[in-house]
T-cell receptor, first 114, second 117 residues
Framework: LAKTTQPISMDSYEGQEVNITCSHN???????ITWYQQFPSQGPRFIIQ???TKVTNEVASLFIPADRKSSTLSLPRVSLSDTAVYYC???????????????FGQGTTLQVKP | GAVVSQHPSWVICKSGTSVKIECRSLDFQATTMFWYRQFPKQSLMLMATSNEGSKATYEQGVEKDKFLINHASLTLSTLTVTSAHPEDSSFYICSARTLTGGTYEQYFGPGTRLTVT
């Protein structure tokens, strides 16, 4: 079973900031949080990964509160091309520990409208 | 990010035949690769985990004799669907893991669309 819960779908408009929250109440100490984007008939694309606090890269930010029981993917100023399914996953990914498997949940289908 | 390729991108085969799908990590070495399957309008389902030089570990319900996985090198894993049937028609996606800055990051291939007629 997937360890995460996300909204099934979200709508937004071009130029808006989109925040997708993921719940992972049973996250383990060694678990990292990873977000992927998937377009139809393509493999998932890595967006961002983090362990705690805030992580930012050129495409998104990931906010993780102190208790790590949830996380929020923030997409600044979305465009029509950001319409996709977004997956939040947690797994043990530290290089020094036994690494876990990425088990996909249902994901969040984001629809960006003009 | 790291690049993972798959070949072929799509394949059509007749029922009863076997099909091989290749997965390559192009710019990194992957000790662990994964194979997923995705049916239309559904999420990805993990089929198996493959470590270089050892036997693959299959998820519950996945027939290891039907889905043969070989991970002969640090950059290549293959999935062979043996005696394919129409119900095996699906989107097969491989993934490879690489160590970056002390943590593992996992990258996915573009997928292979298999249609069994």
């Amino acid at each position: 079973l997937a360890k995460t819960t996300q909204p099934i779908s979200m709508d937004s408009y071009e130029g808006q900031e989109v925040n997708i929250t993921c719940s992972h109440n049973n996250i383990a100490t060694n678990d990292y949080i990873t977000w992927y984007q998937q377009f139809p008939s393509q493999g998932p694309r890595f967006i961002i990964q983090g362990y705690k606090t805030k992580v930012t890269n050129e495409v998104a930010s990931l906010f993780i509160p102190a208790d790590r029981k949830s996380s929020t993917l923030s997409l600044p100023r979305v465009s029509l091309s950001d319409t996709a399914v977004y997956y939040c996953l947690v797994a043990s990914l530290h290089g020094s520990s036994n690494t876990g498997k990425l088990i996909f949940g249902q994901g969040t289908t984001l629809q960006v409208k003009p | 990010g790291a690049v993972v390729s798959q070949h072929p991108s799509w394949v059509i085969c007749k029922s009863g035949t076997s099909v091989k799908i290749e997965c390559r990590s192009l710019d990194f070495q992957a000790t662990t690769m994964f194979w997923y399957r995705q049916f239309p309008k559904q999420s990805l389902m993990l089929m198996a985990t493959s470590n270089e030089g050892s036997k693959a570990t299959y998820e519950q319900g996945v027939e290891k004799d039907k889905f043969l996985i070989n991970h002969a090198s640090l950059t290549l894993s293959t999935l062979t669907v043996t005696s394919a049937h129409p119900e095996d028609s699906s989107f097969y996606i491989c993934s490879a893991r690489t160590l970056t800055g002390g943590t593992y990051e996992q990258y996915f291939g573009p997928g292979t669309r298999l249609t069994v007629t």
